[in-house]
């Protein structure tokens, strides 16, 4: 099962920050917390991980909590293409397999 | 960079008729999966293969679904006979390495199975 808790649905406004929620208060300490996306009819596409630190990328920034049993996930600049659903995922360092719960449905209108 | 391929796209049969789906990972990566993502939720691991050995197969149906990786690349995954709550997509992941840290699974367009 899921380790993570995530909202069903979120609605965000085109040019206007997403900041996705995740829960995940059992975390582990050797765990890394994990984002994937699914646009419709697609295969879900890695976004960004972390430990405990901050982590920013081209695609996203991902702020966990200083007791890491919560973490955000922000998309600067929402974009129509970035609607899909965003899944958090919490991932054994050194162990490959993903766990995916039902995530959360992002749409991102104009 | 070719990305994972699958094919079919799309594949509808009858329940008790036996079906095939084909994956060609990420030249290089050692590592490949398989997910079934049934309509509503998240994909769920099938089975993980290390070159052509299985790491991982605790979920997957073995007395209709079997899979194999004969040569380290290719792979296929077979269900006989189907039945109707197999009706999902099916998603080939493939990765560099092991349970490496920072290593990325790469998915697949995915094959959607309807059995009927």
Known sequence: DAKTTQPPSMDCAEGRAANLPCN???ISGNEYVYWYRQIHSQGPQYIIHGLKNNETNEMASLIITE???SSTLILPHATLRD???YYCIVRVWGYSTLTFGKGTMLLVSP | EAGVAQSPRYKIIEKRQSVAFWCNPISGHA????YQQI???GPK????????GVVDDSQLPKD???AERLKGVDSTLKIQPAKLEDSAVYLCASSLDLGQLGETQYFGPG???LVL
């Open chain 1, 24 to 26: 995940h208060s059992t």
């Open chain 1, 67 to 69: 007791d890491r049993k």
């Open chain 1, 83 to 85: 609607t899909a659903v």
């Open chain 2, 31 to 34: 590592t490949l999966y398989w």
């Open chain 2, 39 to 41: 309509l509503g939720q």
């Open chain 2, 45 to 52: 691991l099938l089975i993980q293969f290390q070159n052509n």
């Open chain 2, 64 to 66: 209709r679904f079997s």
């Open chain 2, 111 to 113: 094959t959607r199975l």
